[in-house]
C-alpha cells in the first residue's frame, strides 16, 4: 500500500474508531444515524483495499470513482440524518436526490458484494430485487402486490425495521462487532496472542498430540475474540500449522485441525464472535441467557475434537512438543499476567448487564494500557493508527455481507415471502420435523457459503428461524440450531472458506483440507440436532433434566469421537466403528431408553480395551514430510 493511500485510510479510520469509542461511552444518537455514519468512510475504504478483481493488487481508476461516489453519496446521506430520524413513510417526501443516494449506495453494495463474497450471495440478491419489482406478475402462491422503483429505493434505506442497508446486521456490525474485532486487533498487537499460546503449550503440550492440542486451545482461545474463521486461522494458523507439521502430521491434518479450531471460536462464550448479539437482538432473549444455553455444547463441541486428536495421535505417534520448548508456568504468568486484566474487564462487564459495546470498550482500553507494560509491545500512536486502518481493511468483506444480508432480509420482508417460506417448511415438518430440520440445515449450508457467521445469520434468521419456531421449537433452539449451521459453513465443501486459508499455510490441496476438516469437526453437524432433542443441554427443563440431558450427549460425543478415529487402545473393527457411531447417533436422539442403554454397552466395552493389553498397537511414527495419509 503506497503512503498516500494509507495516509487517507488513516484520516478515516482514526476519526472512525474514536467515532465508535464515544458512542460506546457516551454516545446518544440513534441506530439508523450510527448506521449511516459507519457505512460511509467503511465503503469508501472498502473500494480502494480490495480491487475489482482476484488477480489485481493496485487500486484502479474504476476504483477510485466507486470510492469517490461513496463519498460523495455519503456524505449527502450523513447531511439527511435528521430527516430520516423523524421519517413517516406515506407523509414524508422522497426526493429526487434521496431516491439518487440510494440507488448509489444500492449499486455500490452489489459491486462491494460481488468484490468481497462472491457471485453467489450477489445473485440471491439480484433475484430477490428482481422478485420485489416483478413478483406481482407470478401467479399463484408465490406472486405479491406490486412494488414501485420508488417505494423499494425510500424503504431500503429509512425503514431499518424492516430491513435495507442500515437495518440490524450492518447495527450490529458498527455496535458490537467493529469494536471487538479491533479489540481483537490490539490484543495481538500487543502479544496476546502469543499469551494464549504459551498458556496452550503449558495445559495441553505435555500431553499425546500436544502439538495439536496446543493449537486447538490457542485458536479457540482467539477465535472466541474476533469471530472471524478466516482471519484467526492466517493469525494463529501461521504459528500452529507449522508446528503440528514438524511433529508429525501431514499438511492436510494439520491444516484442518487449525481451521476446525480456529471455526469453533465462533461458538465459544462470552462473545461468540459477536453473532451472539444478533441473536440478542432479533429474539429478545437476555444475552446471559445465551450464553448460559450455548455453553455446553459450545464445550462439548472442543471435547470432540480433542479426544478423536487424542486418539489419531496416540494410533501413529506424533504430535508431541518437545520437553524444552513448552514454557513454565512462572514465564507465563510472568510475560502474559497483565492480559488477563482486560480479558477480566471483558467478561465481568459482559455479565453484569453492561452493553457488550461498553464491555469491548473498556477492555480494548485496558489492552492499550496493558501494552505498555510489556517491553516492544507497547501500542504508541503508530501501532495505534495501523491497528485502526487494519481493522477497517479487514471487515471490509463483512460490511459487505452485512449489507446484503439486510437488503434480502427487506426483499423478504416487504413481499411476504418469509411467511410463505415459513409455510413450506412447516408443511414439510408437520410431516416430519427431523426433515425440516435437516432442510434448514442445508439452506444454512448453502447460504453460508463463502459469507461471514454474523452475515448468514442475519438471513436466515429472518428467512428460516420463524419457519421452525412454528413447527415447535423454542426461539433459543431454533436460532443456536442456525447459528450452528452458520459456523459449520466455514468447513463445508465445496467453500469451505476457513480451510481453503489453511491449506494456503499447509501448502496442500484446499479441497483435500476442506474434507478433512469436514470430518475433523463432523459434532459441529451433530449437535444442532442433539440440543433440539436434548434440550436441557441449553439448561432448558427441571435440574434433573438438564443434568440428564448433558451427561448423555457428552458420552455420544466421546463414543462419536472415538469411532470416527477408528483407534481406542488398539484399533477397532469395521462393525464395531459402525455400531458406535449409530449408538452415538441414538444418543443424540430422544429415544432415552435405547439410546442409555446403547452408551452404556458402549462404554464398557471402551472401558474394557483400556484395561486389558491392546491387541493391536500403534501405528509406526509418520513423517511430517509423508504426503499421503489418511484419516480414517
Not at 255 to 268: D, K, P, Q, S
Not at 367 to 372: H, P, Q
Not at 528 to 555: R, S
Request: aromatic share 12%; hydrophobic share 55%.
Amino acid at each position: 500500500m503506497d503512503r498516500y493511500k494509507y495516509a487517507f485510510f488513516a484520516l478515516l479510520a482514526v476519526p472512525l474508531t474514536l467515532f465508535e469509542v464515544w458512542y460506546a461511552l457516551a454516545g446518544e444518537i440513534g441506530r439508523l444515524e450510527l448506521a449511516i455514519i459507519f457505512v460511509v468512510p467503511m465503503y469508501v475504504i472498502s473500494f480502494l483495499a480490495i480491487s475489482y478483481a482476484p488477480d489485481v493488487n493496485r487500486s484502479t481508476i474504476g476504483d477510485y470513482l466507486l470510492s469517490l461516489t461513496s463519498l460523495i453519496a455519503g456524505v449527502y446521506l450523513i447531511t439527511q440524518m435528521d430527516r430520516y430520524h423523524d421519517w413517516i413513510s406515506g407523509l414524508s417526501y422522497f426526493t429526487v436526490w434521496d431516491q439518487v443516494a440510494a440507488a448509489a449506495y444500492l449499486i455500490l453494495t452489489l459491486e462491494l458484494l460481488r468484490r468481497c463474497v462472491g457471485p453467489g450471495i450477489s445473485v440471491v440478491v439480484w433475484l430477490v430485487i428482481g422478485y420485489c419489482l416483478l413478483g406481482h406478475h407470478l401467479s399463484g402462491f408465490f406472486s405479491h402486490r406490486g412494488l414501485s422503483w420508488h417505494y423499494l429505493l425510500e424503504v431500503l434505506m429509512v425503514s431499518p425495521q424492516d430491513g435495507g442497508l442500515f437495518s440490524a446486521p450492518i447495527q450490529v456490525a458498527a455496535v458490537y462487532a467493529f469494536l471487538f474485532v479491533t479489540f481483537g486487533k490490539f490484543l495481538e498487537k500487543s502479544g496476546g496472542g502469543d499469551f494464549f499460546f504459551n498458556l496452550a503449550a503449558l495445559i495441553a503440550g505435555r500431553r499425546s498430540g500436544g502439538s495439536a492440542k496446543v493449537a486447538i486451545t490457542s485458536s479457540g482461545l482467539f477465535g472466541m475474540i474476533s469471530g472471524s474463521p478466516a482471519s484467526d486461522v492466517m493469525t494463529t494458523g501461521s504459528i500452529t500449522i507449522p508446528m503440528m507439521k514438524r511433529a508429525g502430521y501431514t499438511g492436510r491434518v494439520a491444516g484442518a485441525i487449525e481451521a476446525v479450531a480456529c471455526t469453533g471460536g465462533a461458538l465459544l462464550p462470552p462473545v461468540m464472535g459477536a453473532v451472539v448479539f444478533l441473536m440478542v437482538e432479533f429474539t429478545g432473549i437476555p444475552y446471559k441467557e445465551v450464553l448460559l444455553s450455548i455453553l455446553a455444547s459450545s464445550v462439548l463441541y472442543y471435547v470432540c475434537i480433542y479426544v478423536q486428536v487424542h486418539c489419531y495421535s496416540c494410533r501413529r505417534q506424533v504430535g508431541r512438543i518437545d520437553a524444552s520448548l513448552i514454557p513454565s508456568l512462572w514465564t507465563v504468568v510472568r510475560t502474559g499476567w497483565i492480559f488477563v486484566i482486560p480479558m477480566g474487564l471483558l467478561v465481568y462487564y459482559m455479565l453484569n448487564g453492561h452493553t457488550p459495546a461498553l464491555a469491548a470498550t473498556f477492555a480494548l482500553i485496558a489492552v492499550i494500557l496493558a501494552s505498555w507494560g510489556i517491553p516492544g509491545k507497547r501500542l504508541g500512536p503508530r501501532k495505534l493508527i495501523e491497528g485502526c486502518v487494519e481493522v477497517c481493511t479487514a471487515i471490509a468483506p463483512l460490511i459487505a455481507a452485512v449489507a446484503g444480508a439486510g437488503i434480502l432480509m427487506l426483499g423478504l420482508n416487504i413481499t411476504g415471502l418469509v411467511s410463505k417460506l415459513s409455510a413450506l417448511i412447516f408443511s414439510v415438518a408437520e410431516v416430519n420435523i427431523f426433515l425440516a430440520l435437516a432442510a434448514a440445515a442445508v439452506v444454512t449450508i448453502i447460504c453460508g457459503m463463502g459469507m461471514p457467521v454474523v452475515a448468514v445469520y442475519s438471513l436466515v434468521a429472518v428467512m428460516v428461524a420463524p419457519a421452525l419456531v412454528d413447527a415447535g421449537l423454542m426461539p433459543i433452539q431454533a436460532h443456536l440450531f442456525l447459528i450452528f449451521f452458520a459456523v459449520a459453513s466455514y468447513l463445508t465443501p465445496p467453500v469451505a472458506v476457513a480451510a481453503y486459508v489453511a491449506s494456503t499455510i499447509a501448502d496442500e490441496r484446499p479441497m483435500t483440507v476442506a474434507v478433512t476438516a469436514a470430518r475433523v469437526g463432523m459434532v459441529v453437524f451433530a449437535l444442532p440436532f442433539a440440543f433440539v432433542y436434548n434440550p436441557g443441554m441449553l439448561l432448558i427443563g427441571e435440574w434433573q433434566t438438564i443434568v440428564f440431558d448433558i451427561v448423555k450427549v457428552t458420552v455420544a460425543v466421546c463414543v462419536l469421537a472415538v469411532a470416527a478415529e477408528g483407534w481406542y487402545h488398539g484399533i477397532l473393527k469395521s462393525w464395531v466403528r459402525a455400531l458406535l457411531i449409530a449408538v452415538a447417533l441414538l444418543g443424540f436422539s430422544s429415544f432415552n431408553l435405547i439410546g442409555v442403554a446403547g452408551l452404556c454397552l458402549a462404554a464398557a466395552y471402551l472401558i474394557s480395551k483400556r484395561l486389558r493389553p491392546a491387541l493391536d498397537g500403534p501405528l509406526p511414527p509418520s513423517s511430517g514430510n509423508q504426503k499421503v495419509e489418511t484419516w480414517q
